[in-house]
């Protein structure tokens, strides 16, 4: 797929990156980017990341301590001052640079020491450096040599415009070429800022008109049979459970079980807190399928969460004839033929899995219903690919994000939503705090108590790799397992690992055999722990509220008194305004109604969020205003698909069908 050859090293990062073709790689945009304009060291910027350009002074000697680690220090002449430039394990510093050599010096600032403890070091192009793209990279490689991957990838890949040109000139958008290419190298905050604009309202302009391609096919399509269900058997199945459905279950069985003997195809969307029982509801929307004689599908994220599906639906459903499979990628190849032999022979009536039960290979019998869980892991097309595994699928979409009502209705128009608001035990009491800082040095005891009574304690952090800003799950998670040696086992967790790695770090967690995870948000999505009690959020400022809330509903399952514990290490009066709100709320329509009038101001590129749909580089939260657009000129460009401007786009999404 490259057509130039490729080092051994890049073909290892690329494969990790699952990253195919060039067209894939110059897709691959900058997490965040590192701005470079000088800073003031006054007392103000006192343990603050500042930026300075000056001279190497005068060189120290390397000091080695402990058994891997180093000290070197030089002095740097800024603005007529000198000041101590603290390096740590970059001993290798003493070759690079010289007594006499301009150097730009980034790192944390200690006003009273007059010292900066470096982070970055440039010595090249310093002169015109103002901005710098930063890469969710492997171990092992820079942002400097992906960006000459990039370069290469750049050089054989045609990029053709695919937005018409009259939307681009009316919303005075540059070509898309030229946001590529300033994207990943820009030379200012102005051109960025002009890329992100037109590569936001790109993805959110062909986002809508998947969306709505795909509804149209979806509410067009008419069988000439409804399925016949059997409400007898529905109501045998909840009586002999333990599970008495609230008002809100029962009413979203009822939509679900009317879409289902109707003559058009469902296309609903499922959605309630953390803890309201959606998974419950869909169960018995999959029961009522069965009934009326055809097969369904639940679709989750991950391994860890199909797993924890099949075995729900397999214990709910043990005194029922109703088989129930699992279908997953990290089966074995023996395991998969054996399921796909009995799911095309409809040997299975229900069947769990992840990507897997779309892929090509997969054929079933009599598909009735699919439910996808946390749909916003799941793109269009993905939707689209497992409708088409039968004439008439209907789709049920379940999300644990609350939307508010202006939000949902310009994301799906006139997709059917049933909402459940009621719990149906008593909610979990999670005690929420905000500590300003970003050291958890107050928190040891607390964790030690708690792993002392078998709990499980999660901590997590916004980055998987080290970050000038923010902590990261390496960082931290070694931190923890020097501090507790001997006294409890720590273990991390991130979207990196393979799938099977990250189903038995789980399994060791919830077993005890490791008490303490130090993990990403890979952790947020439906995860059953019932002994873990303590979380501790790193930079809680870097998540969306309903992130958080997703998070910390991972904790008191079980029904013992848990906390949730958000360091806030910027400290803004606005930052602190919205992480105090999860202080007093645990509504997750609160919340979410409250963070999208109170989103901050984040980053350059924004702050991802929890929610829905999950994009590339646009954010439905920070750009609602770009998504009403281009929802609207969707619309318009649906009706004038015959248009020859038009049909660029359309194309360029069919292709992506493929």
């Known amino acids: 797929m490259f057509p130039f050859k490729l080092t051994p090293k890049r073909v290892e990062y690329l494969k990790e990156l699952e990253l195919t073709s060039p067209s894939e790689v110059i897709s691959y945009f900058p997490r965040t980017y590192n701005l470079y304009h000088q800073s003031v060291l006054d007392k103000e910027n006192d343990q603050k990341r500042v930026v300075v350009k000056g001279m190497v002074h005068k060189k120290e000697r390397v000091v080695r301590f402990g058994r891997n680690h180093t000290l070197f220090k030089f002095t740097l002449v800024y603005d007529y001052e000198t000041y101590t430039v603290v390096c740590f394990n970059r001993d290798y510093l003493t070759k690079t640079i010289s007594t006499g050599d301009e150097v730009i010096v980034v790192g944390k600032f200690d006003y009273y020491k007059r010292e900066i403890n470096m982070t970055e070091l440039i010595t090249n192009g310093i002169d015109n450096l103002k901005i710098r793209p930063l890469y969710s990279l492997p171990e092992g490689i820079t942002n400097y040599e992906f960006q000459l991957l990039l370069k290469l990838c750049f050089n054989v890949t045609p990029i053709e415009e695919i937005v018409p040109e009259s939307l681009r000139s009316k919303y005075r958008l540059v070509s898309r070429k030229k946001a590529y290419n300033d994207v990943h190298f820009p030379n200012d905050e102005e051109e960025l800022r002009q890329a992100l604009r037109y590569l936001k309202y790109e993805e959110l302009l062909v986002y809508s008109l998947q969306l709505q391609l795909l509804k149209k096919e979806q509410k067009n399509a008419e069988r000439s049979i409804a399925k016949k269900v059997d409400h007898k058997l529905l109501e045998s199945v909840i009586s002999k459970s333990s599970f008495i459905l609230t008002a809100d279950q029962e009413k979203a069985v009822s939509d679900i079980v009317k879409d289902l003997e109707s003559n058009s195809l469902m296309y609903r969307m499922l959605q309630g807190d953390v803890g309201s029982g959606k998974t419950l509801v869909a169960t018995m929307g999959l029961v009522a399928n069965y009934s009326a004689g055809y097969q369904g599908v639940l679709m989750a994220p991950t391994d860890i969460l199909a797993r924890q599906h099949c075995a729900f639906l397999t214990s709910f459903l043990k005194d029922t004839p109703i088989k129930v499979g699992l279908l997953v990628s990290a089966l074995s190849a023996k395991e998969k033929r054996e399921v796909l032999e009995k799911i095309a022979n409809h040997e299975y009536d229900i069947i769990v899995g992840t990507h897997a039960l779309i892929q090509s290979g997969v054929e079933y019998a009599k598909l009735g219903l699919a439910v996808i869980d946390e749909q916003h892991r799941f793109g269009v097309k993905q939707r689209q690919l497992l409708k088409e595994k039968d004439e008439n699928v209907e789709l049920l979409m379940m999300s644990a994000t609350p939307i508010p009502r202006s939000l949902a209705i310009t994301l799906y128009g006139d997709m059917d939503i049933s909402t459940i608001h009621s719990f149906p035990n008593q909610k979990r009491q999670v005690e929420t705090r905000v500590i300003e800082g970003s050291t958890i040095k107050s928190l040891l005891k607390e964790i030690t108590e708690r792993v002392g009574n078998n709990e499980r304690v999660f901590i997590v952090c916004p980055l998987i790799d080290e970050d000038e800003n923010r902590r990261n799950v390496s960082e931290v998670y070694e931190g923890l397992k020097k501090h507790f040696q001997g006294k409890a086992n720590v273990a991390f967790l991130h979207g990196r690992m393979g799938e099977l790695e990250k189903e038995q770090t789980m399994i060791d967690f919830r077993d005890g055999k490791t008490s303490i995870l130090v993990s990403t948000t890979v952790i947020e999505v439906g995860i059953d722990i019932r002994q873990a009690t ?67 101001p984040g980053d350059i590129v924004g702050t991802r969020q929890s929610g829905i749909p999950d994009l590339n580089i646009a954010d439905i939260y920070s750009d609602l205003k770009i998504l009403e657009v281009a929802r609207d000129d969707a619309q318009r460009l649906i009706e004038q698909q015959d248009l020859e401007e038009n049909k660029q786009i359309f194309a360029y999404i069919a292709s992506k069908k493929d």
């Open 534 to 600: 303590m979380m501790i959020i790193y930079d809680a400022e870097s998540f969306g509220l309903a992130t958080i809330h997703q998070l910390r509903g991972r904790i008191g399952r079980g029904g013992q008194e848990a906390r949730c514990y958000l360091l806030c290490s910027n400290g803004s009066p606005i930052a602190l305004k919205r992480l105090n709100y999860l202080v007093d709320h645990d509504d997750g329509f609160d919340i979410a109604r409250f963070d999208l009038a109170n989103r901050g």
